[in-house]
């Protein structure tokens, strides 16, 4: 096995943090640059509202990490009511117009000037595209995020979606796997069970994430699934997810672990160990730098002690460095730059609202 240090640098490597402020905190610094975390998810309240401040921060991030392990600097930004970078950045309609409209080529556009844009910020990752089939009329978290209520059209956007961010130069990620589409509960406040059976499942919710299966990466769902696992949330499955394995070597990251569906149920350290074994490959602990600490004592704890846990976690590891190091973070250094990235998402922002309808 690792000495400690080796081993924590090791463990350290599959927690994505939060933070608070729009500076980076001398502590997430110092996690940073020992190589005890991958990378950084953005919020708003790490956004002034300058694109060049997100550049800035995106800089520094890259700045304080080993040369060796560049960080995942992602963000939330889907399009409609889910989306951290308000404008210049392209302003979105939610997924479920481009859906309605039926047009893949505008989806493929947009999705290929944001990431242009994205990418010249340094971020190089968005969680996105939504794959969840929205079944469920009064679904409480997904709604008009999904790109419709039809398997196939959530296929065809989906798929659209992942080339336009992959050829503008920024990471896709799925979510939610297995499907979060048919809930009747949220997850940041409740543990959702979705009892479909496992013929509805699979042809129905399964299915986006199969077409995309070619995605750089999926995040998992806090939902249990009782046909699959009756007693732990997909995050915590071996079972489930085992179902994204079979059709996807992408990188598994999990939802937040900070959310009530988990955190009101699982200790951080709990919920860090049964993620990693279950199959994640890295973990989301997006405020507290506290828990972020505490996921990564208990993985390395784990990993000191159990060999096949530490052979679990070098899989991880291996899994998301190789996938962090085909995108790393290059933010531009002036306005001009940013300026000239976003020559794409201006001509894509006239044709979406020609498309809709509204005053361009």
């Known amino acids: 096995m690792a000495d400690g240090s080796a081993t924590r640098r090791l463990c350290g490597q599959l927690v994505i943090g939060g933070f608070d402020g729009t500076d980076l905190p001398p502590s997430f610094t110092r996690a940073l640059a020992a190589g005890e975390r991958g990378g950084a998810i953005l919020f708003a309240r790490n956004l002034t509202g300058d694109p060049m401040q997100c550049a800035e921060l995106s800089r520094a991030i890259a700045g304080a990490t080993p040369s060796d392990l560049p960080p995942l600097v992602s963000i939330d930004q889907e399009g409609g009511r889910v989306a951290r970078l308000k404008a210049p950045v392209l302003p979105l309609p939610p997924m479920r117009a481009f859906g309605d409209l039926g047009?893949?080529?505008?989806?493929?556009?947009?999705?290929?000037?944001?990431?242009?844009?994205?990418?010249?910020?340094?971020?190089?990752?968005?969680?996105?595209?939504?794959?969840?089939?929205?079944?469920?009329?009064?679904?409480?978290?997904?709604?008009?995020?999904?790109?419709?209520?039809?398997?196939?059209?959530?296929?065809?956007?989906?798929?659209?979606?992942?080339?336009?961010?992959?050829?503008?130069?920024?990471?896709?990620?799925?979510?939610?796997?297995?499907?979060?589409?048919?809930?009747?509960?949220?997850?940041?406040?409740?543990?959702?069970?979705?009892?479909?059976?496992?013929?509805?499942?699979?042809?129905?919710?399964?299915?986006?994430f199969a077409r995309c299966a070619n995605a750089p990466a999926f995040m998992t769902a806090h939902v249990i699934y009782p046909a699959f696992d009756p007693e732990l949330p997909a995050t915590l499955s071996r079972v489930t997810l085992a179902r994204l394995r079979a059709i996807s070597e992408g990188c598994v990251i999990s939802d937040d672990l900070e959310m009530k569906a988990i955190a009101d149920r699982w200790s951080i350290e709990g919920s860090a160990v049964r993620a990693i074994d279950a199959g994640c490959d890295a973990l989301l602990v997006c405020k507290s730098e506290e828990l972020q600490a505490r996921a990564v004592d208990a993985l390395a704890k784990r990993a000191s002690e159990d060999g096949s846990f530490e052979a679990r976690c070098r899989e991880a590891h291996h899994r998301f460095v190789a996938?962090?190091?085909?995108?790393?973070?290059?933010?531009?250094?002036?306005?001009?730059?940013?300026d000239d990235a976003s020559a794409m998402a201006r001509e894509v922002a006239v044709k979406i609202a020609q498309r809709l309808g509204a005053p361009s």
């Open 103 to 208: 047009d893949v080529d505008l989806a493929y556009g947009a999705a290929k000037a944001l990431a242009t844009q994205l990418a010249a910020l340094g971020i190089t990752m968005t969680f996105a595209p939504v794959l969840d089939v929205n079944t469920r009329a009064d679904n409480p978290v997904i709604g008009d995020r999904a790109f419709g209520q039809d398997a196939e059209v959530v296929s065809r956007f989906g798929l659209a979606w992942t080339a336009g961010l992959g050829d503008g130069g920024v990471l896709a990620c799925g979510k939610h796997f297995p499907g979060h589409g048919d809930a009747a509960k949220d997850s940041h406040f409740d543990l959702p069970v979705i009892a479909l059976d496992e013929e509805t499942l699979t042809r129905v919710h399964l299915r986006p």
């Open 323 to 338: 996938m962090k190091r085909r995108v790393p973070p290059r933010p531009v250094a002036t306005r001009a730059a940013l």
